[in-house]
């Protein structure tokens, strides 16, 4: 093996408005929450146990992407 060549990454050029994994996910999670939030009419108890999260998680999902 070439020890110039090791632990290089080869740069790759994306497009302008490629987005993350993480960013997609955060993406996907928040619209699946806010619909289920609209499906329990705001109840909290109930869209937790639809997700399959503790209340505070939920509780804290909402604060973090500013859903209302």
Not at 12 to 22: G, R, S, V
Not at 42 to 58: E, F, G, H, M, P
């Amino acid at each position: 093996m070439n020890t110039q060549t090791r632990g290089r990454k080869k740069s790759i050029k994306l497009p302008e408005n490629y987005e993350t994994l993480d960013n997609v996910v955060e993406k996907v999670e928040k619209e699946h929450i806010k619909k289920t939030l609209e499906l329990t009419n705001w109840n909290l108890q109930k869209t937790s146990r639809v997700l399959d999260i503790a209340r505070n998680t939920l509780k804290a999902k909402i604060k973090k992407y500013g859903i209302q």
